[in-house]
């Protein structure tokens, strides 16, 4: 080793770690609290499963095996770069949000796989709650919890797992269950799991489950109820910042757990945006678009979310953001990968769709779980249209990414109604994007220029800075003077807006195509089939309307085509 290395590291300030557990890998990352530098990382896969049509599962145990994996070989990285893992101050927790997960309490044993946020088997659930309500109204608990009715959150997992898992069911009579989303159950098992494990979550986690009091931060007796969940299975809340506990083992054992944050929330720290009106999108499984509306929660009237943006302190106020949650971004390009084969790994998709530079009028509606934001439409499915013999992988590959930044405009649009000032810049960041062809395609989308920070682990360093700001620990100062800017790449849009335009028009047609398609549970039911299949009229009711605006669409189809080749030739060159 260099005497200048050496000597950097001896002037090496605190160091803060953070565990990212996100849906498809696990990373466990240390920084440097001074300077807010990536100094070393691991990662781990972690397998989905898919049991049946439109579930989807992943193993609680390999979860917590795919953290423990990834600190020690991050610890043994460190030790290479002659890096002393005692200074190692905090570790900060984030994770997949809303993914749900019932363990018992005696023998730290999950009684269930987790059920992933992106799972559907809870569709007739949501279809009789939501016709059970007057008017047939999805948004019934809005007012207290910022969410739709909808197959996304955790209270209705947490209801089918209770309905339908005997294990659950008994655990909970014989008060030995315990409820959590991944954080709770990370924080569980890292400080002891049955041997005193703290069972906490914050306030963003929190208010993701559907049983959470947005405006009293915490949970809900009359929702508790609504659900039928007993309040005494739940974890306690906590703000996002502030000593839960200590790492029970390991070779961090002792240092304390002092941050936790749901990834979208961690990311809108990590991007630091603190003021009022600042906002980031997010490319990982799914996309999320939030915007930080300050220490009042906005409701939305064009289909997004209002949840906890953070709570950085005991007794910090809450701060809230409005998010527009897309399920299927990066989900696509596995897909493709995983489903059909069209290519061997995730960065391939970059090359194959810039063979074409554009997917000559194929769209791609991945709404592989239905449609989230601003639809809220379970009963969609994904569809691909425009197709003709001259399409080909390449094209499918382009719509697919094209997919993610229709869906990202779609928030974005939805976004500037709720908030009343348009956004003139959008701040990203996750696993796509490195690509680049995929950050070039959202500012022509847009018409708004994209700005990437080069470290793009933004997710994981909110994590690490809510655990070394909090109270006891105190190594990573957030006032505004002390916060350090991170370079960043700034993609600005290349096509003219009137094909930008043409391109998204196009892909409302196709979104509307997708609806109404899978309106009551498939036969493979177990048993809750009657009465699911029951609601079916009244779902498939709507169907004729959405179909009677097809005629419609189909008129215009001509025009466009018409303007096909002309759009073309503005393509990508």
């Known amino acids: 080793m260099s005497t200048a290395s050496y000597s950097e590291r001896v002037t090496m300030g605190p160091l803060v770690a953070a565990i990212d557990q996100g849906t498809s890998s696990t990373r466990f990352l240390v920084f440097d ?19 049946k049509e439109g579930w989807v599962e992943e193993d609680p145990k390999e979860i917590l095996q795919s953290v423990y994996e990834c600190m020690e070989r991050t610890c043994e990285k460190l030790g290479q770069l002659n890096i002393d893992i005692s200074n190692i101050k905090a570790v900060g927790v984030t994770n997949q949000r809303e993914t749900t997960l019932v363990w018992d309490k005696e023998t730290g044993e999950p009684l269930y796989n987790a059920i992933v946020w992106l799972d559907l088997r809870t569709q007739s659930t949501v279809e009789r709650l939501i016709n059970s309500t007057p008017g047939k109204n999805k948004n019934q608990l809005k007012h207290k919890t910022g969410l739709p009715i909808s197959t996304y959150f955790s209270a209705v997992k947490l209801r089918w797992l209770m309905d339908n898992v005997e294990e659950v069911a008994e655990a909970v009579l014989t008060h030995r269950a315990m409820f959590g989303t991944v954080d709770s159950w990370l924080i569980w098992c890292l ?67 002092s941050g936790c944050l749901g990834d979208q929330s961690a990311a809108l720290v990590g991007q630091m945006c603190f003021q009022d009106g600042q906002a980031k999108n997010t490319y990982g499984t799914g996309c999320f678009l939030l915007r930080n509306t300050g220490i009042k929660p906005v409701m939305s009237d064009h289909g997004l979310l209002t949840t906890l943006a953070y709570k950085l302190g005991k007794d910090s106020p809450a701060h809230y953001a409005l998010e527009g949650s897309v399920a299927i971004a990066g989900a696509v390009v596995r897909w493709l990968k995983d489903n059909l084969g069209i290519i061997q790994s995730s960065a391939e998709i970059e090359k194959l769709a810039g063979d074409v530079g554009s ?10 779980s239905g449609l989230y934001a601003p639809y809220w439409e379970p009963s969609a499915r994904g569809i691909i249209c425009g197709l003709t013999q001259f399409t080909n992988r390449s094209h499918l590959a382009f719509a697919a990414l094209e997919a993610v930044c229709f869906q990202t405009r779609e928030i974005l649009e939805a976004m500037n109604q709720d908030y009343g000032v348009p956004l003139t810049q959008l701040q990203v960041d996750g696993g796509m994007t490195s690509n680049r062809l995929l950050m070039q395609l959202q500012a022509d989308v847009l018409c708004i220029p994209v700005v990437k920070p080069s470290m793009s682990e933004t997710t994981a360093l909110g994590a690490a800075m809510a655990a070394g700001a909090a109270e006891g620990v105190g190594v990573w100062s957030l006032t505004p003077g002390n916060l350090t800017t991170i370079p960043t790449d700034k993609y600005q849009p290349l096509i003219n807006p009137e094909e930008s335009e043409f391109r998204y ?7 509307q195509k997708a609806m109404n398609w899978e309106t009551t549970e498939p036969i493979i039911s177990n048993g809750n089939g009657p009465v699911s299949n029951g609601n079916g009229p009244v779902s498939n009711g709507n ?6 605006n097809g005629p419609v669409s189909n008129g215009n189809g001509p025009v466009s085509n018409g303007n096909g080749p002309v759009s073309n030739g503005n393509g990508h060159h």
């Open 33 to 51: 609290s001074k300077t807010a530098e990536l100094l070393s990382h691991h990662q781990v896969g972690i397998k989905q499963s898919f049991p």
């Open 191 to 257: 400080t002891g799991g049955k041997s005193g494990g703290v069972h906490v979550t914050d306030v963003t986690n929190a208010s993701r489950t559907m049983l959470f009091n947005i405006h009293t931060l915490d949970w809900d007796p009359e929702l508790c109820k609504y659900f039928d969940v007993p309040m005494e299975i739940l974890p306690q809340v906590k703000s996002s910042s502030e000593i839960y506990g200590s790492m029970n083992s390991g070779s961090l054992a002792g240092v304390p757990i």
């Open 359 to 368: 997917s000559y009028g194929c769209y791609f509606v991945p709404a592989f």
């Open 505 to 511: 028009a196009r892909w409302k047609k196709a979104v």
């Open 543 to 548: 169907g004729p309307v959405s179909n009677g």
